[in-house]
Each structure stands twice: as structure tokens, then as C-alpha cells.
């Protein structure tokens, strides 16, 4: 994939404010949080989107919620944070490179979605 960001900075061609690799994931600082903990998590591997996960990627997935859990407890949500997954058109996803949000920080986040 050779012009998306997230690959780009999986190949590091480009920088991101890491905070944690390994060999198949990687998560850095979104570069314009929307509270005080924002963190993004990617798989190496490019997946255009939730909707594009298969059977083979359960083990991947899987790895992905784990660690979102533990880096948003040692980023300080020490009272919970929450996890999205912008998948698609209708789901407002800008950058088709799969990617957890981990939002957290705030005394309270706010509802989940404002009606309106
Ligand atoms: P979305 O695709 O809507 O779920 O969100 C994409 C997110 O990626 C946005 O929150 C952007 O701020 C973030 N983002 C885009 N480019 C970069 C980058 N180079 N480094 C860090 N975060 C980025
Ligand atoms: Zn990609």
C-alpha cells in the first residue's frame, strides 16, 4: 500500500509519536487528540477497515484489544478509557488503514453520540 499514512508510518517513512511496537502492531499518538489521552493502535498489516476483517485476522484482533487495554492503563486511564473503530463511509473513518482509537482522560467521556 504503497500512499497510505499508516503503512507509511509502519515503514518508517514518515514519523509518529510512538509508544509502543512489536512485530505486528504498532500505536502512537493521534496527532490531533480530542482528549487528554488519545492514542492510535494499528496492525502492520494493511486492512483497509473493520468491515475487511476475516477469520484470519482473529488472532491479530484479538492481540490488538489486549494491548489497547493494557498501553491505555500505562498512558494513565486509570478509569477507564474507551475504545472506536470509525469503519467506513458511514462510520466517518478518514484513513482506510484499520486503527483503534483509545480515548481517555477526561472525568467523563461524553455520550456516544449526539442526536440532533
Ligand atoms: P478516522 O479514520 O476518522 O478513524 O481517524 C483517523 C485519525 O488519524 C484521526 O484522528 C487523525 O487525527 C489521525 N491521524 C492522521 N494522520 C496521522 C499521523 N500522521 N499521525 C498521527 N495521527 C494521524
Ligand atoms: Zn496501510
Not at 509502543?20 to 502512537?28: C, L, Q, S, T
Not at 487528554?36 to 492481540?63: E, N, V
Not at 478518514?94 to 481517555?104: D, W
Amino acid at each position: 500500500m504503497d500512499n497510505c499514512i499508516f503503512c507509511k508510518i509502519a515503514r518508517k517513512e514518515i514519523p509518529a509519536n510512538k509508544i509502543y511496537e512489536d512485530e505486528h502492531i504498532i500505536a502512537f499518538h493521534d496527532i490531533h487528540p480530542v482528549a487528554p489521552i488519545h492514542f492510535l493502535l494499528i496492525p502492520k498489516l494493511h486492512i483497509d477497515s473493520l468491515a475487511d476483517a476475516d477469520d484470519s485476522h482473529r488472532d491479530l484482533l484479538g492481540r490488538m484489544m489486549v494491548l489497547a487495554s493494557k498501553l491505555a492503563k500505562t498512558q494513565g486511564c486509570n478509569e477507564g478509557f474507551r475504545i472506536i473503530v470509525n469503519t467506513g463511509r458511514i462510520g466517518g473513518q478518514e484513513v482506510f488503514h484499520l486503527h483503534f482509537h483509545v480515548i481517555g482522560g477526561h472525568q467523563h467521556l461524553p455520550g456516544m453520540i449526539h442526536q440532533g
